[in-house]
T-cell receptor, first 113, second 115 residues
Framework: GESVGLHLPTLSVQEGDNSIINCAYSNSASDYFIWYKQESGKGPQFIIDIRSNMDKRQGQRVTVLLNKTVKHLSLQIAATQPGDSAVYFC????????????FGTGTQLKVEL | GAGVSQSPSNKVTEKGKDVELRCDPI?????LYWYRQSLGQGLEFLIY????????KSGLPSDRFSAERTGGSVSTLTIQRTQQEDSAVYLC?????????????FGEGSWLTVV
């Protein structure tokens, strides 16, 4: 079936380096994408979103890139900090699904001091 | 309240018992969602309420699962005759409405353990 998935289950980076977390989606009709951060024992926290009519969106220290040609989404975190250690999920909204999100399985980001 | 509130935060129940999980969405949010997250897994959609419309129940795994939303605010997810495979974190979320782009905010979840 169609799904949203992540390329790397675990990503380790040095503090201060940039992190790139990737996500592949299979539904070409999806028109809205979101990245969530989930710390241990907590609910997912919204980071940044992007609509399908855009290919890049920037936030504070984070950038989301969308490549619709290859159905690929990435989250870039600049100057990664220990507090960025968490599981990151991408999620998509599909037309006709209301506001319902389909989530990938997540990538564990570990920041090494 | 300031955020989505869920209770209980932790629940241990015996196999075969019924459980009720409560969600209090952000004030003014008309859309409410329930998701389930098994250990180390992604989030699995269960059910979605939008205003007075009929809920989208397409994600409920069996007829042991049901949810209601009274008065367009608080929601209760009920699991009847719990099984061990029901053990998971049950996450509630809300958003202003179902319009594309309205941020969905999650609660901290209710951790359910069936023994």
């Amino acid at each position: 079936g169609e799904s949203v998935g992540l390329h790397l289950p675990t990503l380790s980076v040095q503090e201060g380096d940039n992190s790139i977390i990737n996500c592949a989606y299979s539904n070409s009709a999806s028109d809205y994408f979101i990245w969530y951060k989930q710390e241990s024992g907590k609910g997912p926290q919204f980071i940044i979103d992007i609509r399908s009519n855009m290919d890049k969106r920037q936030g504070q220290r984070v950038t989301v890139l969308l490549n619709k040609t290859v159905k690929h989404l990435s989250l870039q975190i600049a100057a990664t900090q220990p507090g960025d250690s968490a599981v990151y999920f991408c999620a998509e909204k599909r037309p006709g699904g209301g506001n319902k999100l389909t989530f990938g399985t997540g990538t564990q980001l570990k920041v090494e001091l | 309240g300031a955020g989505v509130s869920q209770s209980p935060s932790n629940k241990v129940t015996e196999k075969g018992k019924d459980v009720e999980l409560r969600c209090d969405p952000i004030s003014g949010h008309t859309a409410l969602y329930w998701y389930r997250q098994s250990l180390g897994q992604g989030l699995e959609f269960l059910i979605y309420f939008q205003g007075n419309s009929a809920p989208d129940k397409s994600g409920l795994p069996s007829d042991r699962f049901s949810a209601e939303r009274t008065g367009g605010s608080v929601s209760t997810l009920t699991i009847q005759r719990t099984q061990q495979e029901d053990s998971a974190v049950y996450l509630c979320a809300s958003s202003l409405d179902s319009w594309l782009g309205n941020t969905i905010y999650f609660g901290e979840g209710s951790w359910l353990t069936v023994v």
